[in-house]
């Protein structure tokens, strides 16, 4: 057993904390206020390698491994978790998805521009009505001379009014339940691809989130990603990897948020001392870091199996689930050590605590992950 | 263009710095490390040099073994390869030892141009690298701001005090030392990083003969005092004689 990072992955800490901290900090304010993902982030983001940070180097990714994948969207959130979530989106769920389950000449047609960063990906499952029942969908596959027609919508797909490649998961075999589900490549600007309306969010407002129409829209066949009724076991297959990514993200968030009442406690004087002297104060920061240590390994071991070919469904439930929870409570104690100050939108505390509520919920919510992981328990014990 | 540049591991400006036991240097066995900053930028001065003229940058390091952080960090960034010098007594060696055990390593390499950062954070002589020229046998400038390339010669530009410029012609091979915040550093990409995996670093022992110049006898923290010295009088009076101390007392107006 070996705790320690490689001299690659300090040097790629280092590396993206300097990114963050020069080109991220300055706009987080000004992002989230205005509700927007600047388009112009991208070459910078695809420059230093973000944009496709686990795909081989043949489709312009960076070749890293899951445990480097982390690193990396942990250094984005500790300084803007909307972005991280957009760079986890677009590689953990779209960009992986045709990665792990297209053919080579999807990879390479799809896959490297995304790699590259010359566009966003979008991944749509979620409807209105199937969210954590992602196996009910109602978006319709029609097989047609020479593809497919898809009809339906789609909810909270992120980057929805942003992506220049959709993978959509639509039912192909209404008969067949969730057997019945397959997954398709769309390029924006196909006809029949509608972007929805944005959402207004309480956090993670920077990064686009949207709803999508599906209205006649015409797919070749060579766009079907994956086999015909493996959509929803391939998707599950990539919320197994991506669940890793907003571990780690909620790592890195509750990392900054924490960061952040330390300062703050050593520099806010009541009573005549900094209040960090008061063991009320220590007791918090001691429990947020011990948790986010856990958290952390936790997460680094779900990406350490990963990237031994192992299937993590469990792992990957169990650091998710631990690493959001672990976030909420820190960003919130985060709040508490700012008094007033954690109230208003002057200090990061407050960005800190409306971001990562979302932790919980995307990719599954806290109560989804506890039944995989019961379900798991349940069946090794059996 | 066949360009070297030197870079120092030093501890990061952020580590609470200690004295050791011994009061000679500071307890570093937990510090966290970077590289010297000057240097950064004289790497960078380099990798542009190259992108304009074709050519090649070797990264030179002397340090303890854990130097091979900075090296790697440099080949990251994108030079080609490396040359790291290995010795114990290096982390805390004077500038003329680190320079000989340098020069012993860079001379059959016939380098056309030397950058180094113009001093190290840490012990600031600013020595390195002129002491280094003198042992290449070539000709140096200090404190450079900018560096121009034609027709095998140099054109640089020296800062000088009070924001005075001068603009020097010389000969190659050179070594400049290199001024910070020169230029914008770039980032060390996902692909640097896994690059630098795969190229050549030549690891030399330091000579067992080095011998320090220079001995740190104790390395003393400047005592921080205040006192406050209160001005009576009327307002005139006191705005008179506070003048008068700031002039001949506290010597600053
Ligand atoms: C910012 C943001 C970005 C998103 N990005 C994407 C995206 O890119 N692509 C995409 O496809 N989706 C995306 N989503 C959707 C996200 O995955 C869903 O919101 C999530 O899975 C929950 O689904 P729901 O919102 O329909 O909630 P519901 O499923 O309605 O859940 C409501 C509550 O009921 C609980 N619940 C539901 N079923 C059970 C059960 N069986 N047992 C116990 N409790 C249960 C849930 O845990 C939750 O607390 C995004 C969501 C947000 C907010
Ligand atoms: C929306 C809003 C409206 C407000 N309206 C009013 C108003 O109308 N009028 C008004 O006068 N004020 C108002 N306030 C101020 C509010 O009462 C203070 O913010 C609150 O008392 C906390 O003080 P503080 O923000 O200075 O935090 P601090 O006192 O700096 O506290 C920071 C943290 O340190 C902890 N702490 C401090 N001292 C100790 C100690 N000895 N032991 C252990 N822990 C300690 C606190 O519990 C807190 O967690 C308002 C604040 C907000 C956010």
Known sequence: MDFRPTGEQRLLRQSVREFAETELAPGVMVRDEAQSFPLSLLPKLGGLGLMGIQFPERYGGAALEAVDYCICIEELARVDPAIALSVAAHNGLASAHIHLFGTEAQRGRHLAPLARGRHLGAWALTESNAGSDAGSLRTTARRVEGGWRLNGSKTFTTHASLAGTFVVMAVSDAARGARGISAFIIERDTPGLVPGRKENKLGMRASDTAGLALDDCFVPADQLLGETGRGFIDAMRVLDAGRIGIAALAVGLAQGACEAARRHATQREQFGHPIASFQAIQFKLADMATRIEAARWLTYRAAWLKDRGRVTTRESAMAKLFASETAVRVAEEGVQIHGGYGFVKDYPAEKFFRDVKLTTIGEGTSEIQRLIIARQYLDADA | ?253
């Not at chain 2, 304009?52 to 940058?57: K, L, R």
């Not at chain 2, 921080?224 to 009327?234: E, R, V, Y």
């Open chain 2, 1 to 253: 263009m066949k360009i070297a540049v030197c870079v120092k591991q030093v501890v990061t400006r952020e580590w609470p710095l200690r004295v050791d036991e011994a009061r000679t240097w500071v307890e570093d066995r937990d510090a966290s490390f970077e590289m010297n900053e000057p240097d950064a930028y004289a790497l960078e001065e380099a990798l542009r040099l190259r992108e304009q003229h074709g050519g090649e940058v070797v990264v030179c390091s002397a340090g303890p073994a854990r130097a091979a952080q900075v090296v790697r960090e440099a080949l990251a960034r994108g030079a080609d390869r490396a040359i790291r010098v290995e010795g114990g007594g290096l982390a805390a060696a004077d500038a003329a030892m680190v320079a000989e055990a340098l020069a012993a390593a860079m001379r059959d390499e016939q380098f056309e141009l030397v950058l180094t950062g113009l001093q190290s954070d840490d012990q600031g002589f600013a020595q390195t690298g002129v002491v280094l020229a003198e042992l290449l046998g070539i000709p140096h400038a200090t404190i450079i701001m900018e560096v121009q390339v034609a027709d095998g010669r140099l054109r640089v530009k020296r800062e000088l005090e009070g924001g005075w410029f001068q603009w020097v012609s010389m000969p190659t091979p050179a070594l400049l030392t290199i001024q910070s915040g020169i230029n914008q550093l770039r980032y060390a990409t996902l692909k640097g990083i896994m690059a630098a995996k795969r190229k050549e670093v030549r690891v030399v022992e330091a000579a067992a003969d080095l011998v320090p110049r220079q001995e740190i006898l104790e390395i003393r923290v400047p005592e921080k005092t205040k006192q406050t010295h209160m001005i009576a009088g009327s307002p005139s009076e006191a705005a008179a004689e506070l003048v008068k101390v700031l002039r001949e007392e506290a010597r600053v107006i």
